[in-house]
């Protein structure tokens, strides 16, 4: 034990209260010299020794697991024997299968009701921060657009199905607007091969390094979000996805890092993955 002044307190606290006035980034005081270093190394040698004798002593105070390979098992290693209650057997298999014995963190049903809501926002922020740190994102370029726009190929083949179409009924009105879409569409197509051609300059500017200086990050879906994720894809750089589950099934696009692509409950995690990183906004037609 350290040394009890008559108040109660250790030399190592009555140290601390006078080095209290010096632990500062400057010169010793006046008058002090050797006597202000010996006082500090004292002060040091004190607290390094209680901390040695406060990790020992929660060392020992820890209980140490049971051995596994018990030459007697314990009580509670086996259910109650049938020879002491022929109905024991059944009634510790429906206590092991009733909900209320599941581990909280894999009942489902528990977790989805309703005032489990903060749990599932933390979780829906969580997962995806981990990962993102894991693999060194710190900083992206958030890329938005019409989901719309294909690339130009696709959206030429539209436009020549259309036209068909309405060829062989001339006066449909449904037709005609169906050409008439597909012709602004294709107008808009060529906005996929800019934002291809931006995602891959992003891309570049972290190829190579462990952790990539600057990621794209889209909402994960098709048309301009693809477009970009395919720009990062084609320079092999890592390229990020936040999707968001909806009523109606949906797909990510398959330009997106398998693992820095994410789905989202809660489209305000969803935001703040957006906003958090990003170190500029690009907006492309219909974004």
Same mark, same amino acid.
Not at 67 to 79: C, E, G, N, Q
Not at 91 to 114: C, G, H, K, M
């Given at each position: 034990?350290?040394?009890?002044?008559?108040?109660?307190?250790?030399?190592?606290?009555?140290?601390?209260?006078?080095?209290?006035? =010096?632990?500062?980034?400057?010169?010793?005081?006046?008058?002090?010299?050797?006597?202000?270093?010996?006082?500090?190394?004292?002060?040091?040698?004190?607290?390094?020794?209680?901390?040695?004798?406060?990790?020992?002593?929660?060392?020992?105070?820890?209980?140490?697991?049971?051995?596994?390979?018990?030459?007697?098992?314990?009580?509670?290693?086996?259910?109650?024997?049938?020879?002491?209650?022929? !109905?024991?057997? %059944?009634?510790?298999?429906?206590?092991?299968?009733?909900?209320?014995?599941?581990?909280?963190?894999?009942?489902?049903?528990?977790?989805?009701?309703? !005032?489990?809501?903060?749990?599932?926002?933390?979780?829906?922020?969580?997962?995806?921060?981990?990962?993102?740190?894991?693999?060194?994102?710190?900083?992206?370029?958030?890329?938005?657009?019409?989901?719309?726009?294909?690339?130009?190929?696709?959206?030429?083949?539209?436009?020549?199905?259309?036209?068909?179409?309405?060829?062989?009924?001339?006066?449909? +009105?449904?037709?005609?607007?169906?050409?008439?879409?597909?012709?602004?569409?294709?107008?808009?197509?060529?906005?996929? %091969?800019?934002?291809?051609?931006?995602?891959?300059?992003?891309? %570049?500017?972290?190829?190579?390094?462990?952790?990539?200086?600057?990621?794209?990050?889209?909402?994960?879906?098709?048309?301009?979000? !693809?477009?970009?994720?395919?720009?990062?894809?084609?320079?092999?750089?890592?390229?990020?996805?936040?999707?968001?589950?909806?009523?109606?099934?949906?797909?990510?696009?398959?330009?997106?890092?398998? %693992?820095?692509? =994410?789905?989202?409950?809660? =489209? +305000?995690?969803?935001?703040?993955?957006?906003?958090?990183?990003?170190?500029?906004?690009?907006?492309?037609?219909?974004?």
């Amino acid at each position: 034990m350290a040394p009890q002044s008559k108040r109660g307190r250790t030399a190592a606290d009555l140290l601390a209260l006078k080095w209290k006035t =010096f632990d500062r980034p400057q010169s010793p005081p006046a008058g002090y010299g050797v006597r202000w270093l010996e006082m500090r190394s004292i002060k040091v040698t004190f607290m390094a020794a209680r901390d040695n004798r406060s990790a020992r002593s929660l060392r020992r105070a820890l209980p140490q697991p049971a051995k596994a390979d018990r030459r007697f098992p314990l009580p509670w290693h086996r259910p109650k024997s049938v020879d002491d209650d022929l !109905e024991a057997p %059944e009634r510790v298999r429906a206590l092991l299968e009733s909900p209320s014995y599941r581990l909280a963190d894999e009942d489902i049903a528990f977790l989805q009701q309703p !005032e489990m809501r903060g749990v599932r926002l933390q979780l829906d922020f969580w997962k995806a921060e981990d990962l993102l740190a894991a693999h060194g994102v710190e900083h992206t370029i958030v890329v938005f657009g019409s989901t719309r726009i294909p690339e130009p190929a696709e959206a030429h083949r539209r436009l020549e199905d259309a036209r068909r179409s309405l060829a062989a009924l001339p006066k449909d +009105a449904d037709r005609m607007r169906a050409v008439k879409i597909a012709e602004r569409v294709y107008a808009q197509s060529h906005y996929y %091969e800019v934002a291809r051609a931006f995602g891959r300059i992003v891309g %570049e500017s972290g190829v190579g390094d462990h952790a990539p200086k600057l990621v794209i990050m889209t909402g994960g879906g098709p048309g301009i979000m !693809e477009a970009a994720n395919r720009g990062a894809f084609d320079v092999r750089a890592k390229t990020v996805g936040l999707n968001i589950a909806l009523p109606h099934s949906q797909f990510p696009n398959p330009y997106i890092t398998p %693992e820095l692509c =994410f789905r989202f409950h809660y =489209f +305000a995690m969803r935001k703040l993955h957006f906003m958090q990183r990003a170190r500029a906004l690009v907006v492309f037609p219909g974004g």
